[in-house]
């Protein structure tokens, strides 16, 4: 996933929040996709995949999307994610599930692809847009790997109703100011100024039981008890990390009723 600079946290001086978050969630071997399987399906059928297409995966994390359609499908998926460790896990993880005849993985940034262009039927990307520093610049290098009539998709977290001015300083002094939860009209002015065609932007509110119990389905529930115990020893054992949960746990429980999620697909020209 991509690095931007944020505001540290308090007794955290030698890193930025996103290092915390994406390095916490590499050591866990987790990574959350707001919305969870119910959006990735959705962003899957809006970006019409079948199993004769090719499919890549920008800031996959520990490459759970990446093994879910190519096990859905039987189809060729490729991830990509800056963070070296990330791609680490995303490997062993492709193994573990017998897929990594089928899915393969690279450090590469999302703003600048090492890849060829016209190459993928599908480019999607979930839940890491909000995190790159020059998001037109992304959206234009994932349609120029795109083939000429592919889909390229992406889902964020949204602002459904506009929280308190004292509530959204307290998330952003943890996501860090202008990154995480965006309105759904600033999502939807990137899609369409980036001149992908025929633009689906659909915008739904957050529902927490739903959200749960697409995770355990996607990951399933013995990998998710063990994600919960490292979460346990790392905070128990290591004041950083301490630190950052004790900073989220801040946020206030009344603001998830403001945040939904955003699904935004495009089709590249022909």
Wanted: aromatic share 8%; glycine share 8%.
């Amino acid at each position: 996933m991509l690095r931007t600079e944020t505001k540290p946290l308090p007794n955290v001086p030698t890193e930025s929040l996103d290092d915390l978050y994406f390095e916490f969630q590499a050591n866990i071997g987790m990574t959350k996709h707001i919305g969870s399987t119910k959006a990735t399906d959705e962003l899957l059928g809006l970006c019409h995949i079948d199993d004769n297409s090719v499919v890549l995966d920008v800031g996959c994390g520990v490459g759970f999307t990446t093994c879910y359609i190519a096990e859905k499908y039987g189809i060729r998926v490729v991830g990509v994610d800056i963070r070296p460790h990330m791609i680490d896990r995303a490997r062993q993880y492709a193994k573990d599930a017998q897929l990594d005849s089928f899915v393969s993985y690279e450090v590469a940034d999302g703003q600048d692809l090492p890849l060829s262009d016209d190459v993928y039927d599908a480019v999607i990307c979930e839940s890491v847009l909000a995190f790159i520093p020059d998001q037109q610049k992304a959206l234009q290098e994932w349609i120029r790997v795109a083939k000429p009539g592919a889909y390229v998709g992406f889902t964020e977290a949204v602002w459904i109703t506009p929280p308190s001015d004292d509530a959204r300083a307290k998330m952003d002094n943890v996501t860090g100011a202008g990154i995480g939860v965006q309105s759904t009209e600033k999502w939807e002015t990137l899609i369409r100024q980036s001149g992908l065609e025929n633009v689906v932007c659909r915008q739904y509110p957050l529902n927490i039981m739903e959200d749960a119990r697409g995770q355990i389905k996607q990951v399933r529930l013995s990998r998710l008890l063990k994600a919960w115990a490292k979460t346990l020893k790392l905070v128990f054992t290591q004041a950083k990390y301490r630190s950052f949960m004790g900073q989220a746990n801040q946020i206030p429980k009344s603001l998830m009723k403001h945040i939904g999620y955003g699904i935004y697909v495009g089709q590249v020209p022909k």
